[in-house]
């Protein structure tokens, strides 16, 4: 079924098959709106005709279409001198404080920086000012006030970098003078000084803890009740303090003879009252070094540098005329050099005494180690020697004279 030409519409007809079937189908839409709405007016917009553009209009649009991106503007005008020179400063004013701060913070201690770095955030309630921000407050730093504690912290390193140099400069300067010989030479001539005179001291001190000794494991006595059969060479042995040490008897009680016998071994001292031999009732009485100077002669300079270590119970053993006595300490005692009458009291006994120089390295003191005879049998030992004269102006010997006394004439 075709539809039928029809004459509503108006203008919409022009007669073409086409255009008739659109306009059978606006109709059956029209009718369609008219049974929906009834007899309600519909505005049916009307078709407008566009004119196409003329040539010069065409020819307009095209000039416009050359450069679209194309505005016009006014001038920007120019940045003056003045103002160039403004903006360099603020930048150069910018770096000079921040370079300022950074090299300073550097130089400071690691405490400081501590105190002066950044922002330090505390709990809110414990600070009355600023802005809190999750229960922590965040300590606002004054630049001002940091850069110019920075600049004083710079300028106390700055000072003593000078400081510092000026002192490397002079210690330079003396180590090149000639007048830095003169303190180089005193000073050695103190230290040379110091070892002459109290080279005894260092010596002795370590004589007395590490010095092997000189004893021979063979001459150890196993038995001291026992007689044994020795060499006629007089000798003096203490097994605790490895002494094996030859004794000068007969020589005479000054001190030039008691120094002089000294140098082979240890010295027989007798003085009226004691004056006794190993073998005799009365006071044997034997005078050694504890120590010495260096460069005095002899090899016994330190002998007895270990005899403090005695005490009372110790064994001492004295060979004479071929035969070995064996005696007991029972007594050690300090005396003052001119206390020779330490030495003199009545016994019926043979006694052994040992003298040294106490404390070591000087002549201050004496020691007296005094010991009794127990083999063989005392009470049958011979009487000692009739001793006539006085210790009055005796003196106990010692060591020889140090460096700074012989230099005032001391002998």
């Given amino acids: ?27 059956v839409l029209r009718s369609q709106i008219d049974a929906m709405y009834g007899d309600r007016n519909i505005a049916v917009p009307q078709r407008t005709q566009v004119q196409p553009p003329t040539q010069s209009q065409f ?34 004013t910018y770096y000079q404080k921040y370079y300022e701060g950074y090299y300073a913070a550097q130089s400071t201690t690691k405490a400081h920086e501590s105190s002066v770095e950044g922002t330090h955030k505390q709990p809110a309630e414990a600070i009355g000012s600023g802005s809190a921000h999750n229960g922590y ?15 004083k912290d710079q300028a106390l390193f700055e000072l003593r970098q000078k400081l510092l140099g000026k002192v490397q ?14 303190v180089i030479a005193s000073l050695a001539v103190i230290l040379i000084f110091v070892f002459l005179q109290y080279n ?14 000189t004893i021979n494991p063979q001459n150890i006595v196993i038995d001291p009740t026992k007689d044994a059969v020795v060499s006629a060479d007089p000798r003096l042995i203490i097994p605790k303090i490895n002494v094996d040490v030859p004794v000068v008897y007969n020589v005479g009680n000054d001190s030039d003879s008691q120094l002089a016998a000294m140098t082979n071994g240890v010295a ?13 009732t009365g006071n044997t009485v034997l005078s050694g070094h504890s120590s010495n100077d260096l460069f005095d002669g002899g090899d016994y300079k330190f002998i007895f540098a270990q005899l403090e270590k ?10 004479y005329e071929g035969k070995r006595y064996t005696y007991v300490v029972t007594k050690t005692e300090v005396v003052k050099p001119t206390e020779v009458n330490k030495l003199v009291y009545p016994t019926d006994k043979p006694m052994l005494t ?33 001793d006539t004269g006085s210790v009055a102006e005796a003196s106990i010997p010692g060591n020889s004279p140090t460096f700074v006394e012989r230099l005032f004439g001391a002998r």
């Fill in 1 to 27: 079924m075709k539809p039928e030409n029809s004459s509503s519409g108006g203008d919409l007809t022009d007669g073409t098959p086409s255009q008739q079937n659109r306009n059978a189908a606006a109709n």
């Fill in 59 to 92: 020819a307009a649009q095209a000039q416009e279409d050359i450069n679209p991106y194309n505005r016009t503007h006014d001038a920007h005008p120019q940045p003056q001198a003045e103002q160039w020179k403004q903006y360099h400063s603020a930048w150069q």
């Fill in 137 to 151: 407050f965040t300590q606002q730093t004054d630049l001002e006030a940091t850069t110019e504690e920075l600049n």
């Fill in 169 to 182: 400069d002079s210690a330079q300067k003396i180590r090149g003078s000639r007048h830095f010989v003169p």
């Fill in 200 to 213: 005894r001291v260092f010596i002795a001190t370590v004589n007395a803890y590490v010095s092997p000794g």
């Fill in 268 to 280: 027989h001292f007798a003085v009226p009252g004691a004056s006794s031999h190993p073998g005799q």
């Fill in 310 to 319: 005695m005490v009372v119970g110790d064994t001492v053993y004295a060979n």
């Fill in 354 to 386: 040992l003298i040294t120089c106490t404390p070591l390295g000087t002549a201050r003191d004496r020691l007296l180690v005094t010991a009794e005879q127990v083999s063989p049998d005392p009470s049958v030992a011979a009487q000692e020697p009739a």
